[in-house]
C-alpha cells in the first residue's frame, strides 16, 4: 500500500523509513534545547521588577573627590529647564575622619551654588549615597529678610518671593501670634532680622540615601525640592524651611524622627506613600496649596498641631500607628481622610473646618475628638461606610453640635455606622447628637421609601416605563430578558449587559433603585409606613424634638380653644342675639393671637422644615373642624336651654388636675350630673375655660373637669369635641414618647421604633 505524498510522514515515521533518521532526530534535540533556553529567557525576563528596567538594581556609585567636584562644578548639565551641577550617583563621605574633604566640600560647593547670576545653579545628589551628617542649610547664601538688607545679588523675582513670606506671616498673625523667628523678625518694628539660609537653585534628591543626620532647617528654598524616594537613615530636620516652589517628598523613608516644624510649603507639597517610621512633627506649619499625604505610613507619633491648611488636605489611605493631633489646626479647604486607619486617637480638638471633612470608609479603632471645633456654614463630617464599633471606640465632640455635623450619603449600606455612631453618643450621655443621627437617619429612610413608592424599580418597570427613563428600545428588551432569568440585585448588574454603556449607566443610576416587585397590598402598606413616619419627622422630628411637639400642641390648643369658644358664644344673631361681648372677644382673640405666635416661634426655631410642618397640622386640624363649624351655621340651631352653654365643670373641685381617663360628655346618671353646673357666661374670665376644656383634651391637663352636657347637644359639636379627644390621644402618646427619646434616664420608650 502506497502512502500519499505529504501525508503520514511524522518523525517516528520517517525514522522508522529511515529517511536520515539520525539527523531528523538531532534537528529536533536542537530545537528542544533552543526553545527550553528562550522560555528561560522570557521567564527571567518578566520576572523582573519594572522599577529595574528604569535604573540599575545595583548603582555603581563613583567616589566624590574635590577633582571630580571641581570638575563637575565647571561642565554643569540641564535638566527640565534648570542648570545643576551633576552629583548623581556618587559616594559622598562627610564624616567626621575626612574633615579636609568635608569643609572644602562645603566651601567650594556653597561659593558655586551663592553666586550671582539671572540662572541659579541648583543640585542633583539623585542615587548618591551621603556618608555622616549633612549640613544643607550650609549651601545657601546667608541673608537678612529685612527688605532693605537682601542682599543685591537677587534678581527681582527672587526677592519677589522672599517678600510673599511677609505675607504669609501676617495671615498666621491673624489667626494666632507666629511661632517662627523670621516671622517674628518681619513683624517686630525694629529693623533687624534674623538671618536665613536661601537656596536659589532647584535641589534633587530623588532616591539619595543619607547615613547621617540631615540639616536643612531655617532654609528657603527658592526653586523646586525633588527627594522622591529619599531615605533618612537618622534624623531629618527641616524646621523653619520655606518651600516656594513644588516639593515632592514622595515615597520617601524616614527611618528616624522627622522635624518640619514652622516651616512653610508655600506650593504644592507631595508625601505621597512616605513612610514616617519614627516620630514627626509639623507644629506651626503652613500649607499654602495642595498637601498630598495619600497612602503615606506614620508608624509613631504624627504631630500637625496649629497647621494651616490654606489648599487641600489630602491624607487618604493613610495609616497611623500612633496618636495624630491635628489640635488647633485651621482647615481652609477640604480634609481627606478617606480610608484613613487610625489605630489610636486622633485629636481634631479646637481646628476649624471651613468646607468638607470626609471619613468616608475611614477606620476609627480608638478614638476621635472634634472637641471645640469649629465648623463653617459649610463645612460637615462624612462618614458613610465609617468603620467604628461603639464598644470600643469614641467620637468625642461639643454636645448638641457634633451630631449635627455628622452626614452620610444615603440609608443603604450606612444603617449600622448611624446605629454606632448614635449609640456611642448615648454611652457618652450627650442624648441630643444621637436623638440627632436618629433623626437622619428617619429621613433617609423616608427618601428610601419615597424611592420605593414613586421611583423606578429596576426589577419591575415596563419597558416604555424605562424608555421613558431615558434607555434606547434594545437596552429596555435587554433589561426585561435579563429579569426573566434573574431579578436584579444592585444596579452595577446593568453593566453586565451588552447593550448598556458606563455613560448611560452613570446617567440614569440616581434614578433607579432595585428591590423585589411589590403587590398592590404591599405598596399601601409601604405608603402607610411613609405617612406615618413623615408625620413623625414634622410633628416631633422623630421622637427628638420636644419644643418641636410643644409649638405644634399650642397652636392646636389655640385654635379648639377658638373653635369651641366660637360655637358656645356666638349661637345666632336672629331673632333673639346671643353672642359674646366685645371685652371677652378681645381678650379672646389676644390670647389666641399670643398662643398661635409662641408656637409659631418654637416650630420656626427648633423645626428643620416649618412650613411643611404647619402644612401637616393645618391638615390635620384645620379641614374637618371648619367643615363642621361651616355645616353647623348653615343648619342653625334649634333646641331648647339655647341661653344655657353647652359644657359644663365640676363644681365639688377646683385645682389642677391629670385627667388621663376623662372622657369629653359627661355620663347620664342624675346624681353624677349633679356635680357639673354650666358654665358662666357673666364672669369676665369666662373665656379662660375654652382653652381649659381644649387642654383636658389635647393634654389630659386641666384646672377644672370642663365636659359637655350630654342635653339639648347639637351632635357636630359633640363630633368636633371626640375628634380633638382623639388627637389628643395620639398626641399625648407622642408628647410622652419625645419626652423618654430627649431626657436622659427616662427610657420608658427610648427603643421604641
Same mark, same amino acid.
Given at each position: 500500500?502506497?502512502?500519499?505524498?505529504?501525508?503520514?510522514?511524522?518523525?517516528?515515521?520517517?525514522?522508522?523509513?529511515? %529517511?536520515? #533518521?539520525?539527523?531528523?532526530?538531532?534537528?529536533? /534535540?536542537?530545537?528542544?534545547?533552543?526553545?527550553?533556553?528562550?522560555?528561560?529567557?522570557?521567564?527571567?525576563?518578566?520576572?523582573?521588577?519594572?522599577?529595574?528596567?528604569?535604573?540599575?538594581?545595583?548603582?555603581?556609585?563613583?567616589?566624590?573627590?574635590?577633582?571630580?567636584?571641581?570638575?563637575?562644578?565647571?561642565?554643569?548639565?540641564?535638566?527640565?529647564?534648570?542648570?545643576?551641577?551633576?552629583?548623581?550617583?556618587?559616594?559622598?563621605?562627610?564624616?567626621?575622619?575626612?574633615?579636609?574633604?568635608?569643609? =572644602?566640600?562645603?566651601?567650594?560647593?556653597?561659593?558655586?551654588?551663592?553666586?550671582?547670576?539671572?540662572?541659579?545653579?541648583?543640585?542633583?545628589?539623585?542615587?548618591?549615597?551621603?556618608?555622616?551628617?549633612?549640613?544643607?542649610?550650609?549651601?545657601?547664601?546667608?541673608?537678612?529678610?529685612?527688605?532693605?538688607?537682601?542682599?543685591?545679588?537677587?534678581?527681582?523675582?527672587?526677592?519677589?518671593?522672599?517678600?510673599?513670606?511677609?505675607?504669609?506671616?501676617?495671615?498666621?498673625?491673624?489667626?494666632?501670634?507666629?511661632?517662627?523667628?523670621?516671622?517674628?523678625?518681619?513683624? =517686630?518694628?525694629?529693623?533687624?532680622?534674623?538671618?536665613?539660609?536661601?537656596?536659589?537653585?532647584?535641589?534633587?534628591?530623588?532616591?539619595?540615601?543619607?547615613?547621617?543626620?540631615?540639616?536643612?532647617?531655617?532654609?528657603?528654598?527658592?526653586?523646586?525640592?525633588?527627594?522622591?524616594?529619599?531615605?533618612?537613615?537618622?534624623?531629618?530636620?527641616?524646621?523653619?524651611?520655606?518651600?516656594?516652589?513644588?516639593?515632592?517628598?514622595?515615597?520617601?523613608?524616614?527611618?528616624?524622627?522627622?522635624?518640619?516644624? /514652622?516651616?512653610?510649603?508655600?506650593?504644592?507639597?507631595?508625601?505621597?506613600?512616605?513612610?514616617?517610621?519614627?516620630? !514627626?512633627?509639623?507644629?506651626?506649619?503652613?500649607?499654602?496649596?495642595?498637601?498630598?499625604?495619600?497612602?503615606?505610613?506614620?508608624? &509613631?507619633?504624627? &504631630?500637625?498641631?496649629?497647621?494651616?491648611?490654606?489648599?487641600? =488636605?489630602?491624607?487618604?489611605?493613610?495609616?497611623?500607628?500612633?496618636?495624630?493631633?491635628?489640635?488647633?489646626?485651621?482647615?481652609?479647604?477640604?480634609?481627606?481622610? !478617606?480610608?484613613?486607619?487610625?489605630?489610636?486617637?486622633?485629636?481634631?480638638?479646637?481646628?476649624?473646618?471651613?468646607? *468638607?471633612?470626609?471619613?468616608?470608609?475611614?477606620?476609627?479603632?480608638?478614638?476621635?475628638?472634634?472637641?471645640?471645633?469649629?465648623?463653617?456654614?459649610?463645612?460637615?463630617?462624612?462618614?458613610?461606610?465609617?468603620?467604628?464599633?461603639?464598644?470600643?471606640?469614641?467620637?468625642? #465632640?461639643?454636645?448638641?453640635?457634633?451630631?449635627?455635623?455628622?452626614?452620610?450619603?444615603?440609608?443603604? /449600606?450606612?444603617?449600622?455606622?448611624?446605629?454606632?455612631?448614635?449609640?456611642?453618643?448615648?454611652?457618652?450621655?450627650?442624648?441630643?447628637?444621637?436623638?440627632?443621627?436618629?433623626?437622619?437617619?428617619?429621613?433617609?429612610?423616608?427618601?428610601?421609601?419615597?424611592?420605593?413608592?414613586?421611583?423606578?424599580?429596576?426589577?419591575?418597570?415596563?419597558?416604555?416605563?424605562?424608555?421613558?427613563?431615558?434607555?434606547?428600545?434594545?437596552?429596555?428588551?435587554?433589561?426585561?430578558?435579563?429579569?426573566?432569568?434573574?431579578?436584579?440585585?444592585?444596579?452595577?448588574?446593568?453593566?453586565?449587559?451588552?447593550?448598556?454603556?458606563?455613560?448611560?449607566?452613570?446617567?440614569?443610576?440616581?434614578?433607579?433603585?432595585?428591590?423585589?416587585?411589590?403587590?398592590?397590598?404591599?405598596?399601601?402598606?409601604?405608603?402607610?409606613?411613609?405617612?406615618?413616619?413623615?408625620?413623625?419627622?414634622?410633628?416631633?422630628?422623630?421622637?427628638?424634638?420636644?419644643?418641636?411637639?410643644?409649638?405644634?400642641?399650642?397652636?392646636?390648643?389655640?385654635?379648639?380653644?377658638?373653635?369651641?369658644?366660637?360655637?358656645?358664644?356666638?349661637?345666632?344673631?336672629?331673632?333673639?342675639?346671643?353672642?359674646?361681648?366685645?371685652?371677652?372677644?378681645?381678650?379672646?382673640?389676644?390670647?389666641?393671637?399670643?398662643?398661635?405666635?409662641?408656637?409659631?416661634?418654637?416650630?420656626?426655631?427648633? #423645626?428643620?422644615?416649618?412650613? %411643611?410642618? %404647619? =402644612?401637616?397640622?393645618?391638615?390635620?386640624?384645620?379641614?374637618?373642624?371648619?367643615?363642621?363649624?361651616?355645616?353647623?351655621?348653615?343648619?342653625?340651631?334649634?333646641?331648647?336651654?339655647?341661653?344655657?352653654?353647652?359644657?359644663?365643670?365640676?363644681?365639688?373641685?377646683?385645682?389642677?388636675? *391629670?385627667?388621663?381617663?376623662?372622657?369629653?360628655?359627661?355620663?347620664?346618671?342624675?346624681?353624677?350630673?349633679?356635680?357639673?353646673?354650666?358654665?358662666?357666661?357673666?364672669?369676665?374670665?369666662?373665656?379662660?375655660?375654652?382653652?381649659?376644656?381644649?387642654?383636658?383634651?389635647?393634654?389630659?391637663?386641666?384646672?377644672?373637669?370642663?365636659?359637655?352636657?350630654?342635653?339639648?347637644?347639637? #351632635?357636630?359639636?359633640? !363630633?368636633?369635641?371626640?375628634?380633638?379627644?382623639? %388627637?389628643?390621644?395620639?398626641?399625648? !402618646?407622642?408628647?410622652?414618647?419625645?419626652?423618654?427619646?430627649?431626657?436622659?434616664?427616662?427610657?420608658?420608650?427610648?427603643?421604641?421604633?
Amino acid at each position: 500500500m502506497v502512502a500519499h505524498r505529504g501525508k503520514n510522514t511524522s518523525p517516528s515515521l520517517l525514522a522508522e523509513r529511515g %529517511l536520515g #533518521g539520525e539527523v531528523f532526530s538531532s534537528w529536533v /534535540g536542537c530545537l528542544k534545547q533552543a526553545g527550553l533556553l528562550i522560555i528561560l529567557c522570557a521567564l527571567f525576563f518578566f520576572s523582573q521588577p519594572l522599577a529595574a528596567w528604569g535604573a540599575p538594581a545595583q548603582i555603581e556609585r563613583t567616589p566624590l573627590t574635590l577633582e571630580l567636584l571641581q570638575e563637575r562644578l565647571h561642565t554643569p548639565i540641564l535638566r527640565e529647564g534648570n542648570v545643576v551641577v551633576d552629583l548623581r550617583e556618587m559616594v559622598i563621605d562627610l564624616q567626621p575622619e575626612n574633615a579636609s574633604f568635608r569643609d =572644602a566640600f562645603y566651601q567650594i560647593l556653597g561659593k558655586e551654588l551663592q553666586k550671582a547670576g539671572s540662572k541659579p545653579l541648583g543640585l542633583d545628589l539623585s542615587y548618591s549615597l551621603i556618608q555622616g551628617n549633612f549640613f544643607g542649610s550650609d549651601l545657601g547664601l546667608r541673608t537678612p529678610l529685612y527688605a532693605q538688607a537682601i542682599a543685591p545679588i537677587f534678581t527681582s523675582t527672587e526677592q519677589e518671593q522672599l517678600e510673599r513670606l511677609r505675607q504669609v506671616c501676617l495671615q498666621s498673625l491673624a489667626v494666632a501670634l507666629p511661632s517662627s523667628k523670621d516671622c517674628k523678625s518681619l513683624l =517686630a518694628k525694629s529693623t533687624t532680622s534674623t538671618e536665613i539660609s536661601v537656596f536659589r537653585g532647584s535641589l534633587t534628591l530623588v532616591e539619595t540615601r543619607f547615613n547621617g543626620t540631615v540639616q536643612f532647617s531655617n532654609t528657603f528654598f527658592l526653586q523646586p525640592v525633588d527627594a522622591q524616594g529619599a531615605i533618612f537613615t537618622q534624623q531629618a530636620n527641616w524646621t523653619e524651611t520655606r518651600f516656594s516652589r513644588a516639593s515632592s517628598f514622595a515615597s520617601a523613608t524616614f527611618k528616624k524622627e522627622s522635624q518640619f516644624l /514652622g516651616s512653610i510649603f508655600f506650593d504644592k507639597a507631595n508625601f505621597k506613600q512616605t513612610q514616617f517610621q519614627e516620630s !514627626t512633627y509639623f507644629q506651626d506649619s503652613t500649607f499654602g496649596d495642595t498637601a498630598n499625604f495619600t497612602q503615606a505610613i506614620f508608624k &509613631k507619633l504624627a &504631630k500637625f498641631t496649629r497647621v494651616q491648611w490654606q489648599g487641600n =488636605a489630602d491624607f487618604s489611605n493613610v495609616h497611623f500607628s500612633e496618636q495624630a493631633q491635628f489640635t488647633k489646626g485651621i482647615f481652609n479647604q477640604f480634609l481627606f481622610l !478617606t480610608e484613613a486607619t487610625f489605630e489610636q486617637a486622633v485629636t481634631l480638638r479646637e481646628a476649624q473646618f471651613n468646607q *468638607l471633612v470626609n471619613l468616608q470608609s475611614a477606620s476609627i479603632v480608638n478614638s476621635a475628638d472634634f472637641s471645640d471645633a469649629g465648623f463653617a456654614k459649610d463645612a460637615y463630617l462624612n462618614v458613610s461606610g465609617l468603620i467604628f464599633n461603639s464598644n470600643q471606640a469614641k467620637i468625642l #465632640g461639643n454636645p448638641g453640635q457634633i451630631g449635627k455635623m455628622l452626614v452620610v450619603s444615603g440609608f443603604q /449600606g450606612n444603617q449600622s455606622v448611624l446605629r454606632n455612631l448614635g449609640q456611642n453618643f448615648r454611652l457618652l450621655q450627650q442624648i441630643g447628637d444621637a436623638n440627632q443621627l436618629e433623626y437622619t437617619k428617619q429621613r433617609l429612610r423616608l427618601q428610601d421609601l419615597s424611592r420605593h413608592l414613586v421611583g423606578t424599580n429596576l426589577n419591575s418597570a415596563s419597558q416604555e416605563g424605562l424608555v421613558k427613563l431615558g434607555f434606547s428600545v434594545i437596552q429596555a428588551e435587554a433589561i426585561a430578558r435579563r429579569r426573566l432569568q434573574q431579578l436584579f440585585r444592585n444596579k452595577t448588574e446593568l453593566l453586565t449587559l451588552p447593550y448598556i454603556d458606563y455613560e448611560t449607566y452613570t446617567q440614569l443610576s440616581s434614578h433607579l433603585f432595585v428591590s423585589e416587585p411589590l403587590s398592590p397590598f404591599g405598596w399601601l402598606l409601604q405608603a402607610w409606613n411613609w405617612l406615618a413616619l413623615s408625620l413623625l419627622l414634622l410633628l416631633s422630628g422623630y421622637g427628638t424634638n420636644f419644643c418641636l411637639v410643644i409649638g405644634v400642641g399650642l397652636i392646636a390648643i389655640a385654635f379648639f380653644g377658638l373653635l369651641f369658644w366660637l360655637v358656645d358664644r356666638f349661637r345666632r344673631l336672629l331673632p333673639v342675639p346671643i353672642i359674646p361681648t366685645a371685652y371677652e372677644t378681645t381678650w379672646m382673640l389676644t390670647s389666641f393671637s399670643l398662643l398661635t405666635l409662641f408656637g409659631l416661634f418654637a416650630i420656626f426655631r427648633t #423645626g428643620e422644615q416649618p412650613w %411643611l410642618t %404647619l =402644612a401637616c397640622l393645618f391638615v390635620i386640624i384645620f379641614p374637618l373642624a371648619i367643615a363642621l363649624l361651616f355645616r353647623l351655621y348653615q343648619q342653625g340651631r334649634y333646641h331648647n336651654l339655647m341661653d344655657v352653654s353647652y359644657f359644663t365643670e365640676d363644681g365639688t373641685l377646683r385645682q389642677l388636675r *391629670l385627667l388621663i381617663g376623662r372622657l369629653p360628655v359627661i355620663p347620664r346618671y342624675q346624681m353624677f350630673r349633679e356635680r357639673y353646673l354650666p358654665l358662666l357666661w357673666n364672669s369676665g374670665w369666662n373665656w379662660l375655660n375654652y382653652y381649659d376644656f381644649s387642654l383636658n383634651n389635647l393634654l389630659r391637663l386641666g384646672f377644672n373637669d370642663i365636659r359637655l352636657r350630654d342635653e339639648h347637644l347639637p #351632635g357636630i359639636i359633640t !363630633t368636633l369635641a371626640w375628634y380633638q379627644w382623639i %388627637l389628643g390621644i395620639l398626641y399625648i !402618646t407622642l408628647l410622652l414618647w419625645t419626652l423618654s427619646r430627649t431626657i436622659p434616664g427616662l427610657n420608658l420608650l427610648i427603643y421604641l421604633k
